[in-house]
């Protein structure tokens, strides 16, 4: 119940880092985070050095990244030699929603709906953006349905949810 998307920023020798992001990857969710809170190279840049990440916040310390604050093992960013070889590895994934890039200075999304290539535009340009947030992201619903379920007469013992208490982020 995610709308999964892979996120991505060109270096200046023309090097790709690719990082997966499990929650809200839809243009209004990640296109829209991004572009409104990582809107430089540097900032943008930051996102990947913690490996793939549940979901994106507004700052870097808001997002939740698997290795950094679920203990799990580093998955760190992929390293494409290229934007050819880039797009040529995530064209046609089908757990992949939406790939972003930050590339010439702005975000830009590209559809993976089994594509057999990649078209990147501006996220304000992508058909499916808004502009509007959300009322409910991916990740607050998901983080309802262990008491919902219990309010509906369901057993702790019935209920098994995976969850990540953000109080207890590591810088």
Not at 24 to 43: A, E, H, R
Not at 100 to 123: A, C, T
Request: hydrophobic content about 30%; aromatic content about 14%; glycine content about 6%.
């Amino acid at each position: 119940m995610s709308t999964r998307s892979n996120i991505a920023i060109q270096k200046p020798n023309g090097q790709i880092l690719s990082i997966y992001v499990h929650s809200d990857g839809y243009p209004d969710g990640v296109g829209q985070c991004l572009i409104d809170n990582f809107k430089t190279y540097i900032s943008a840049e930051k996102l990947f050095r913690y490996g793939d990440a549940s979901y994106l916040g507004s700052t870097l310390k808001e997002c939740s990244f698997y290795h950094r604050d679920w203990q799990r093992d580093m998955d760190p960013a992929h390293v494409h030699k290229n934007f050819e070889s880039f797009k040529k590895y995530y064209a046609g994934d089908v757990f992949i929603e939406f790939v972003y890039l930050f590339r010439d200075g702005q975000w830009l999304v590209s559809d993976n709906y089994q594509k057999p290539v990649l078209e990147f535009v501006p996220v304000k340009e992508h058909k499916d953006y808004t502009g509007k947030k959300s009322e409910m992201t991916e990740v607050q619903m998901i983080s309802q349905i262990g008491s919902l379920l219990s309010k509906a007469g369901f057993k702790d013992e019935d209920v098994s949810v995976q969850t990540f208490d953000s109080k207890k982020k590591m810088n």
